[in-house]
C-alpha cells in the first residue's frame, strides 16, 4: 500500500452535496431491485434519435453538464462527475461467436444476460460527457430502439469507441437505469463492446492464394496510406486484415515475405499505439530467413522495431540483443549506436541503483515529463507482513542514506495532460465518497488491454474486490480487463506526484501507479523517505537497516496523533500499532489535547519568526515552547521514540545564528 494522492488535495464537500450523491445512488439502486427481471418498454425511435440528438448538441457546447445529474460543483465552481461503484460484476470472457444472439425486445430490467450477445447500429449522434458516453442503437434484427451507454472507459487511442464504427456486438448486455433513473444498456468492460463496420474485410475462405495475395497485397497499400495520413487505428485494421489474409493461405509463390512486410509495418504502427507486446511479436516474426541487401536491411528495421519495443516494456537485457543485431546487420546504424548506449545506462542503474539525477531532472518537460530510467529493486524482497499482508523487507544491512528502490511509475497521469481526470465515487459497500483518479484507472486498463503481459504484476496488488481479469490471448476478441478491479486497486495503491509541472488543479491532480513501491507498508517511525523525479520514485533509507528488516514508509507522517491516525483509517482502512502510535495512544485525550496546542503555538510562533537573526526574546520564547512540548511526554513511555510534536521548533531552534 502506498499514499494515495488525497492527501495533496483538498476537495471541499458540503454535507448537503454528500447526501444527495448518497441519496441519488440508493434511490437508483432501491429502483433497480424493484425493477428486476421486469420486461423491457419498448421506445418511441424518433423521439429517442430526437433526444440524443439534442443532447449530443449541448454536449459539444459544453453545455451538457447538467444533464449528467450527478455532476458536483465543488469549490472553485468546477464540476467533478460523480460515479458510483462498489456493484462490480465481472466481464465477459467467451469470444462473442460462442455467445447466443438476442434482440432489444428481449431484454429485461437489472439483468445481465449471461451466454447471450447483441448486435446493434448505432442510429443517433454520440453524446460525450466527462465520465461516459451514450447514443441510440438499434436492434440488427428489427424496429426497436434503445440506449447504449459506456461508463467511464469511452475511448479507445484518443477515439470515441462509440463513434469508431457504425455496428456494435454488446457482449453478455447489461439493462439497467442511469443515476436518472432512465433505462439503459450499460457497458463497464470495455472488452464487453465489440465495435465493427460495415465494410469490414470479409475474409472469403474459398478464395484462390492468388486472389488471397493480391488482396492481402492490396491491405498493405491502404494500410501504408493510412499511416502516412497518420491515421493509426485504419492502418493497424489494414495490416492485420492483409495478415489474416495472408497467414490463411499460402501466398509465398506470387508474393513472397508479404506477411513478413505487413508484420513489419503493423509492429511500428503498434510501436506508435504503445501496443509493446504485439510490436515486439511482429517485428520477430518479420524476420526473413536471407542474406541479400535488401533483406538485411529489412531485417534491421525488424530488430530495431522488436529492440524498442523490449525497451519501453523495461526488458533492458532483451533490447541490447536486438540492437546488436540490428548493428551487425548495418555497422554504422546511427539509431543502434545511440540505443546501445541507453541500454547500457539502464542496465547499471538495474545493477547499482545509482541515478544521475541531475541527468534525469535535465531531460523532465512538461512534453517529456517522465523519466527515461530502469527500475532498481535492490537488496528487498517481497514478503508476508504478519497483519499487514504483503510487505517489502531488506535481504541485506542497507546503510543509512542509500537507495533503498527506485522505480518508474508503471503508468502515470500528469495534471497537465488531458486525460487527467477526477472524479468523486461514492461506494456503496463502505458507504463512503472519495476523490478518485479515474483518468488513471483508465489508463491503466487502456494500458492492461494493449500489453497483456503486464497484466498479472498489476493484478496481484491489493484491492478490495478480486474480480475476474484474465488474458484469453487466443479469442479473436483481445484481453479482457476487469476496470472494477482495476478501479479498487487505485483507490489502494496510487499516490500523487506533487507539483511537479504545474497546471493542476483539484480536479486533475498527477497521480500514478508504482507497482513495487505498492508494497512498502507505512509506519509513523519510517526507515526510508521517499523523493519523486518526474515519475521516477525513489525511496532512500533514514536509519541504517539490517538484513530480514521490513521497509516502512509514513503514508501520512502528521505530528498529531489523532489527525494521523483518522487519515489511516479513513484513506486506507486500518489503524497503525506501530510504538509510536501504542504510546501516543497511552498518553490519553487530555495529554494529546495539550500537545496539539502546544504544537499549533509553535507552528503559528515559527510563521511569524525566522530563526536567523532571532531576537534573544524570541529565542527564549521558542525554547519556552520547545520545553513545555517536551514536558508532554513521559520519558519512560517514549524511550527510543521520537518526539515528533516538538521535531519542528528543536530544528528552528538549530537555525538561530
Ligand atoms: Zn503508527
Known amino acids: 500500500m502506498m499514499t494515495p494522492y488525497q492527501n495533496q488535495n483538498t476537495v471541499f464537500i458540503t454535507q448537503e452535496e454528500t447526501d444527495r450523491i448518497r441519496k441519488t445512488v440508493q434511490q437508483r439502486v432501491t429502483r433497480c431491485g424493484e425493477l428486476h427481471g421486469y420486461a423491457r418498454e419498448p421506445r418511441d425511435p424518433t423521439a429517442a434519435v430526437k433526444e440524443a440528438t ?3 448538441l449541448m454536449a459539444d457546447m459544453g453545455g451538457a453538464l447538467d444533464s449528467e445529474m450527478t455532476e458536483h460543483v465543488y469549490g472553485q465552481k468546477e464540476a467533478l462527475p460523480v460515479l458510483a461503484v462498489g456493484m462490480p460484476y465481472p466481464p465477459c470472457t467467451a469470444p462473442a461467436q460462442q455467445l447466443q444472439p438476442m434482440t432489444i425486445a428481449n431484454l429485461q430490467m437489472d439483468i445481465h444476460h449471461r451466454g447471450r450477445r447483441l448486435a446493434v447500429k448505432r442510429v443517433s449522434p454520440v453524446v460525450s460527457l466527462a465520465a461516459r458516453s451514450w447514443t441510440m442503437v438499434q436492434d440488427a434484427a428489427g424496429e426497436d430502439v434503445e440506449r447504449l451507454e459506456i461508463c467511464l472507459h469511452k475511448s479507445r487511442y484518443g477515439k470515441e469507441v462509440l463513434e469508431s464504427k457504425s455496428h456494435f456486438i454488446v457482449k453478455e448486455p447489461y439493462f439497467t437505469l442511469t443515476e436518472q433513473g432512465e433505462p439503459t444498456i450499460r457497458i463497464d468492460h470495455p472488452s464487453d463492446i465489440v465495435p465493427y463496420s460495415d465494410a469490414e474485410v470479409q475474409i472469403d475462405r474459398t478464395q484462390d492464394a492468388i486472389a488471397g495475395g493480391k488482396a492481402a497485397d492490396e491491405c498493405k497499400a491502404r494500410g501504408n496510406a493510412a499511416l502516412r495520413k497518420k ?6 485494421t489494414e495490416y492485420t486484415d492483409g495478415l489474416k489474409l495472408a497467414t490463411q493461405m499460402d501466398v509465398a509463390e506470387t508474393y513472397p515475405y ?5 508484420s513489419r509495418n503493423r509492429a511500428y504502427v503498434n510501436l506508435l499505439l504503445d501496443r509493446l507486446d504485439e510490436a515486439r511479436t511482429d517485428a520477430v516474426a518479420s524476420l526473413i530467413p536471407a542474406q541479400d541487401p535488401k533483406s538485411k536491411i529489412l531485417n534491421s528495421k525488424a530488430y530495431f522495431r522488436a529492440g524498442c519495443a523490449a525497451y519501453n516494456l523495461g526488458e533492458y537485457r532483451e533490447a541490447k540483443r536486438y540492437f546488436e543485431n540490428q548493428r551487425e546487420l548495418c555497422s554504422d546504424d546511427k539509431d543502434a549506436i545511440i540505443l546501445l548506449r541507453k541500454v547500457h545506462m539502464r542496465l547499471q542503474e538495474e545493477e547499482t541503483g545509482i541515478y544521475d539525477l541531475r541527468r534525469i531532472r535535465a531531460g523532465l518537460t512538461p512534453a517529456h515529463p517522465g523519466a527515461d530510467v530502469a527500475n532498481f529493486t535492490g537488496p528487498t524482497e517481497v514478503k508476508n507482513s504478519p497483519g499487514r499482508g504483503r510487505g517489502l523487507f531488506a535481504t541485506r544491512d542497507i546503510p543509512v542514506g542509500q537507495v533503498v528502490t527506485g522505480e518508474k511509475a508503471f503508468c502515470v497521469l500528469w495534471g497537465h495532460q488531458r486525460e487527467a481526470l477526477t472524479a468523486l ?5 463502505d458507504d463512503r465518497i472519495r476523490v478518485t483518479p479515474v483518468g488513471l484507472a483508465k489508463s491503466i486498463v487502456q494500458k492492461l488491454l494493449s500489453n497483456p503481459s503486464q497484466m498479472e504484476m498489476v493484478l496481484g496488488l491489493y484491492g478490495d474486490y478480486k474480480g475476474g481479469s484474465t488474458t484469453i490471448p487466443d479469442t479473436v476478441d483481445g484481453p479482457v480487463v476487469d476496470v472494477f478491479e482495476v478501479l479498487d486497486i487505485i483507490s489502494r495503491n496510487a499516490f500523487g506526484l506533487g507539483h511537479q509541472y504545474g497546471g493542476e ?3 486533475n491532480a498527477s497521480t500514478g501507479l508504482w507497482i513495487r513501491s505498492a508494497y512498502i507498508n507505512h509506519s509513523c517511525v519510517p526507515n526510508t523517505v521517499k523523493e519523486c523525479i518526474g515519475d521516477l520514485l525513489v525511496f532512500r533509507s533514514t536509519h541504517r537497516i539490517s538484513a530480514g528488516e521490513e521497509i516502512f514508509h509514513a503514508y501520512d507522517d502528521s505530528a498529531d496523533y489523532d489527525a494521523r491516525s483518522s487519515n489511516l483509517m479513513a484513506t486506507w482502512g486500518f489503524e497503525c ?3 509510536l502510535c501504542e504510546a501516543e495512544k497511552a498518553d490519553g485525550p ?13 507552528n503559528a510562533f515559527m510563521e511569524k519568526e525566522r530563526p536567523f537573526g532571532a531576537k534573544r526574546l524570541m529565542v527564549a520564547k521558542a525554547k519556552k515552547i520547545g520545553k513545555a512540548i517536551e514536558e508532554t511526554y513521559d520519558g519512560e513511555r517514549y524511550k527510543g521514540l521520537p518526539k515528533v510534536a516538538g521535531l519542528k521548533i528543536q530544528s528552528w531552534l538549530a537555525g538561530v545564528r
Open 54 to 56: 439534442g443532447a449530443s
Open 231 to 236: 491515421d493509426l487505428i485504419a492502418a493497424y
Open 258 to 262: 508479404l506477411p513478413q512486410d505487413l
Open 425 to 429: 465515487t461514492y461506494d456503496i459497500r
Open 505 to 507: 488543479t483539484t480536479d
Open 577 to 579: 500499532g506501530c510504538a
Open 590 to 602: 487530555v495529554i494529546r489535547t495539550k500537545r496539539k496546542g502546544l504544537m499549533d503555538e509553535a
